[in-house]
């Protein structure tokens, strides 16, 4: 480690958004020798955010995911470990292995910026190229100093599962809702269930459409996702509901 090996070191890189800004601040709390860094991501203020860092973790959208590793690369000190927060991880392993010659981690909080107080927070983390044991226990404690719970994956691993419950989760939500858009003879009939439902997706459809539809694109195995999905709509056309039925049992079968 480059800083206190009683106090590695953390410099957050897009401080100000949502996670990034949670992340400083739980950091912060919890004592930890933490710095940010936003835009505007000049050298100078790059040089002193970095200096003697140990652990840069990279919280921006994946738009600006490249740009800032650009950016921010030239002054990390040599051996320190450059980490992610995307929801992706097979791209962003590899823009970050391009162009950082040290050890790099993959990780993805899967929760967002306003956890319930009492949530299990899991974070993901899936080693990079040069990433030893060392490496990723520093990464893993960073997290786990916040209260959250680590669990080790490959980049292929996690990125399908991504594309299967939040990709799957947003597509399938704006199809359906995109199916019923427009018919206001459907007003009188909406039940209590459609009513939770539509305000479960009122944030995702409308704040964060974007952001979740960059994820799906970004995702190599969304389309294989969707395809799957098809699958089990020939199967309701079909006629097949029970066996739709005996499937889903598995959500809630004994432990």
């Known amino acids: 480690m480059t800083g206190s090996a009683l106090s590695p070191k953390t410099v957050i ?14 950091a912060r709390k919890a004592g930890l020798a933490v710095a940010g860094a ?5 050298p100078e203020l790059l040089a ?18 490249a740009a800032t590793l650009r950016k921010v690369c030239p002054h990390l000190p040599p051996g320190a470990v450059l980490a992610d927060i995307t929801s992706v991880k097979e791209y ?6 391009s162009l950082w010659p ?5 990780a993805h909080p899967l929760f967002g910026p306003v956890p319930d107080p009492e949530a299990d927070l899991p974070v993901a983390i899936v080693p990079g190229r040069k990433a030893g044991t060392g490496h990723l ?26 594309s299967r419950i939040q990709g799957m989760n947003f597509i399938t939500t704006l199809a359906y809702f995109a199916l019923l858009a427009g018919d206001d003879d459907l007003l009188p009939f909406l039940t209590p269930s459609f009513r939770r439902r539509r305000n479960a997706a009122r ?28 699958q ?18 598995w959500w809630w079968k004994p432990v």
Not at 236 to 247: N, Q, R, S, V
């Open 13 to 26: 890189i897009g401080a100000r958004g949502r996670m990034g800004a949670m992340f400083l601040d739980k």
């Open 38 to 42: 936003d835009r505007p991501l000049t």
């Open 48 to 65: 002193g955010a970095c200096e003697n860092a140990d652990l840069a973790l990279v919280c921006v959208p994946a738009a600006a995911f």
């Open 92 to 97: 962003p392993l590899q823009q970050m292995e």
């Open 102 to 106: 040290g050890p790099v981690v993959g």
């Open 137 to 162: 226990q520093l990464t893993e404690d960073f997290f786990t100093a916040l209260g959250c719970r680590v669990f080790q994956t490959t980049a292929k691993k996690h990125d399908v599962a991504m």
């Open 203 to 230: 944030k995702m459809l409308t704040e964060d459409a974007r952001l979740f539809a960059g994820l799906f694109e970004a995702n190599p195995h969304s389309h294989e996702a969707v395809r799957r999905y098809r």
């Open 232 to 249: 089990m709509l020939n199967l309701a056309a079909a006629g097949d509901i029970d066996l739709l039925c005996e499937k889903v049992q």
